[in-house]
């Protein structure tokens, strides 16, 4: 099956700064990647995805970064707020049976006021 | 528009016990749906999915079963609980690929300790 990796698995930023954080998947069929931030004890929420047909995808100070060759994606916050302080989970997913949906470990990002 | 239950919130068992959690989702026919659990501090763990009725897919195997006995219901089960069952039980959403599958919508979460 898909293995994701996610790294780091914490990150701490001075408020103002980018937060960059990398997944790498192994199976090349997958094709939808969704980025997910998770505050404690709350559900996971989307915040921004990407399908394998675009490099790269913005919303505000959001972006994600799509590389099919290397077989990794990257979610990047420019000028960090403190309420982007969070878990967030780096995800793909295909299609070939099951819609099977697997998870990296999640980064802790602190931004620090 | 469309939303996802599950129920309970919170649960605490003691060890042998059975389990029983219930997820229902509105507003949307056929979905995929998929049953996580969440270890304090840790990721999701896939546990079981399902593309219709009476259609599970297990991805860890464990003590927990899961049965979709109706289109928009989908049931975490365990006859005898452990200690390591502890943890947040996350159910999710999705539209089927041949709809246009996207993003996957997650309930609200059930909280088990297991004592």
């Known amino acids: 099956g898909e293995n994701v990796e996610q790294h780091p698995s914490t990150l701490s930023v001075q408020e103002g700064d980018s937060a960059v954080i990398k997944c790498t998947y192994s199976?090349?069929?997958?094709?939808?990647f969704p980025w997910y931030k998770q505050e404690l004890g709350k559900r996971p929420q989307l915040i921004i995805d990407?399908?394998?047909?675009?490099g790269e995808k913005k919303d505000q100070r959001i972006a994600v970064t799509l590389n099919k060759t290397a077989k990794h994606f990257s979610l990047h916050i420019t000028e960090t707020q403190p309420e982007d302080s969070a878990v967030y989970f780096c995800?793909?997913?295909?299609?070939?049976?099951?819609?099977?949906?697997?998870f990296g470990t999640g980064t802790s990002l602190t931004v620090i006021p | 528009s469309q939303t996802i239950h599950q129920w309970p919130a919170t649960l605490v068992q003691p060890v042998g016990s059975p389990l029983s959690l219930e997820c229902t989702v509105e507003?949307?026919?056929?979905?995929?749906l998929y049953w996580y659990r969440q270890a304090a501090g840790r990721g999701l763990q896939l546990l079981f999915y399902?593309?219709?009725?009476?259609?599970i897919s297990s991805e860890v195997p464990q003590n927990l079963s899961a049965s979709r006995p109706q289109d928009r219901q989908f049931i975490l089960s365990s006859k005898k609980l452990l200690l390591s069952d502890s943890g947040f039980y996350l159910c999710?959403?999705?539209?089927?690929?041949?709809?246009?599958?996207?993003?996957?919508?997650f309930g609200p979460g059930t909280r088990l300790t297991v004592t």
């Open positions: 999710a959403w999705r539209v089927p690929v041949w709809a246009g599958a996207g993003e996957q919508y």
């Open positions: 199976d090349s069929a997958s094709n939808y």
């Open positions: 990407i399908r394998s047909n675009v």
């Open positions: 995800a793909a997913s295909y299609s070939r049976s099951g819609n099977q949906f697997y």
């Open positions: 507003g949307t026919s056929n979905p995929n």
């Open positions: 399902s593309v219709g009725i009476g259609q």
